[in-house]
Antibody, heavy 125, light 106 residues
Framework: QVQLQESGPGLVKPSETLSLTCSVS?????????WGWIRQPPGKGLEWIAT???????YYNPSLQSRVTISLDSSKNQFSLHVRSVTAADTAVYYC??????????????????WGQGSLVTVSS | DIEMTQSPSSLSASVGDRVTITCRAS??????LAWFQQKPGKAPKPLIY???GLQSGVPSKFSGSGSGTDFTLTISSLQPEDFAIYYC?????????FGPGTKVDI
């Protein structure tokens, strides 16, 4: 059974760096295609932050690209997210997820099929 | 960026009702469209991929249709456990984008 678990500090001060790790069990990160981060501010909708391919190629949301880094650690079966210079607007539940292909209708569909339970990060002094 | 919109933003329904939610993309996404269900305090749960493919373990009362820019999610007979927020998401191109959600309540 594939499981993802986010970990990191629940409170970050403004202007500092938010760092989160997603630990994956039941599946090798190096076998998966893409791994990603999505966030959800309290009471609001979902926002995709970044995705990383198993070969290390990152993809970022342009709205956050200047402040975000996603990375992979295959030896630990983990991937991480760093968001620099945070403000209150970065307060959200952060989810990690697997983006895996399924063949359907003659095409490969890379959809988010497994998610972590989410980690609330509050930005406050 | 591909903007996703959903209608209605919320709806009230009763147990046993047939419910349809609409999702529209600002440009064609083929069938690279997923639907998720989210309950309070929980992670989104995948329901549909490829616009109409049922995620493993999801009951057949959920169905999806559409292609290009217009999509629908239908719940054939609403049950108490179906009251939640439903999101669509396109994955044809980066940045990946979600719809604003449709809240289904009593």
């Amino acid at each position: 059974q594939v499981q993802l678990q986010e970990s990191g500090p629940g409170l970050v001060k403004p202007s500092e760096t938010l760092s989160l790790t997603c630990s994956v069990s039941g599946f090798s990160i190096s076998s998966g295609y893409y791994w990603g981060w999505i966030r959800q501010p309290p009471g609001k909708g979902l926002e995709w932050i970044a995705t990383i391919h198993r070969d290390g190629t990152p993809y970022y949301n342009p709205s956050l690209q200047s402040r975000v880094t996603i990375s992979l650690d295959s030896s630990k079966n983990q991937f991480s997210l760093h968001v620099r210079s945070v403000t209150a607007a970065d307060t959200a539940v952060y989810y990690c997820a697997r983006r895996f292909p399924i063949e359907y209708g003659g095409r490969s569909h890379y959809h988010f099929d497994y998610w972590g339970q989410g980690s609330l990060v509050t930005v406050s002094s | 960026d591909i903007e996703m919109t959903q209608s209605p933003s919320s709806l009230s329904a009763s147990v046993g009702d047939r419910v349809t939610i609409t999702c529209r993309a600002s440009q064609g996404v083929g069938t690279y469209l997923a639907w998720f269900q989210q309950k309070p305090g929980k992670a989104p749960k995948p329901l549909i991929y490829g616009a109409s493919g049922l995620q493993s373990g999801v009951p057949s009362k959920f169905s999806g249709s559409g292609s290009g820019t217009d999509f629908t999610l239908t719940i054939s007979s609403l049950q108490p456990e179906d009251f939640a927020i439903y999101y669509c998401q396109q994955y044809i191109d980066y940045p990946l984008t979600f719809g604003p959600g449709t809240k289904v309540d009593i």
